[in-house]
Every structure is written in C-alpha cells, then in structure tokens.
C-alpha cells in the first residue's frame, strides 16, 4: 500500500506540472501574422470567386473557416458539401468556381512577397469546363492563371471539342497549346508503343 500511496504522490507531481506547462500554451494557436495571412487568403478566394462569377451566394458570405482553412459558406465548409449533393448548397458550377477559386488563393497567398510559403508553383486542371460552366468563367480562369507570371498552369481541355469555344476562352491570354491526335490516349505498351 505504501508503494501505491509514493507512486501516486509522484504522480500528482507530474501531473501538476503537466498542468502549469498547458496552462502556458496560447489560447489561439495562430500568430498575428497567421491571422493576417488567413486574411490575405480569404480576400484571394472571394476575389477569384467574383471572378469566375460565382453567384449561389453572395460573395462575402463565402469564407475561409479559421478552424479548417478550408472554403466555407455559413458553418459548412467545402468538404462537407462533397459529402452532400452538392446542387441542394449551390450549382455544380459554381462549386467548381470555389474550387478554382481557393486553389488559385491558395498559391497567390503564398507567393506573395510578404508570405513567402512553400507552394511548388504548380496547378493543374482537368477539363475545367465541365459541368456547363459558361465560357465567361472559363476565360476568367485561363486568363488569371496566365496573368501568375511565376505559376506554371496546365489545363487539359476540350472546350466543348469546339476550335471556335477553344480560341473565345483564351483570347488574349498568353499559352502554350499542345494538341493531342487522338480524344482517347491509350495504355502504352512494354515496348513503347500504344
């Protein structure tokens, strides 16, 4: 009993000092300068998304969700409305507009002068188009992701198999177009060959 009774003693110690040392945690885990750059990407994302003429909602309803750091629209962040259908919170569209939307912050939040942070400079969609997204949205698209002089953006798309949609979209956009032969790219064989 004896052992017990030292062995707890011990423990209260530890678990007194344990206490002391969580006390001196802060409460917010974010610096000042974290809560500028969550800021910085909020105001990015709400831009692009007028931009790409989001309109499910009215812009500064859309946010960045302190907690998450993901899009959010009221207490439902982007994630969660995957999980939903996702035409009961807004158009198959403009949810893909919060996606370009906060992707897009996402790198232009890091690479500003101020921030610094580590994106590798690379962004990729594929066929951004979909979901009848009107030509207007897609030119605002090609024509932001071209205007990031230090972004390297890949687009792989059909616009609509339309050369007409194709030259509408990246009118006055610079780019560098790699046409593909075929709609379909086959396996490649051991040999090299499809």
Not at 8 to 31: G, Q
Not at 72 to 88: C, F, M, P, W
Not at 136 to 156: E, R
């Amino acid at each position: 009993m004896s052992t017990f009774l030292e062995r707890a003693e011990a423990l209260t110690d530890k678990l007194a000092v344990a206490e002391d040392e969580r006390a001196k945690f802060p409460s917010d885990l974010y610096s000042k300068r974290d809560r500028v750059k969550i800021s910085i990407l909020e105001k990015n994302f709400r831009a692009n998304a007028s931009a790409f003429n989001y309109s499910s909602a009215e812009i500064p309803e859309v946010q960045i969700n302190a907690g998450t750091l993901l899009p959010a629209l009221g207490d439902i962040t982007l994630r969660e409305v995957l999980k939903r259908n996702v035409k009961s919170e807004s158009s198959a569209s403009d949810f893909v507009r919060l996606i370009w939307a906060f992707l897009l912050a996402v790198y232009q939040t890091s690479s500003s002068r101020d921030f610094a942070g580590n994106h590798p400079g690379v962004l990729m969609f594929d066929e951004p188009g979909q979901h009848s997204m009107s030509e207007t949205s897609q030119k605002a698209l090609v024509n932001l992701m071209s205007g990031l002089k230090q972004l390297q953006s890949i687009l792989a798309a059909s616009f609509d198999e339309s050369v007409a949609v194709f030259h509408r979209v990246t009118e006055g956009s610079p780019f560098h177009l790699i046409e593909l032969p075929e709609k379909f790219i086959g396996p490649m064989q051991h040999d090299g060959t499809m």
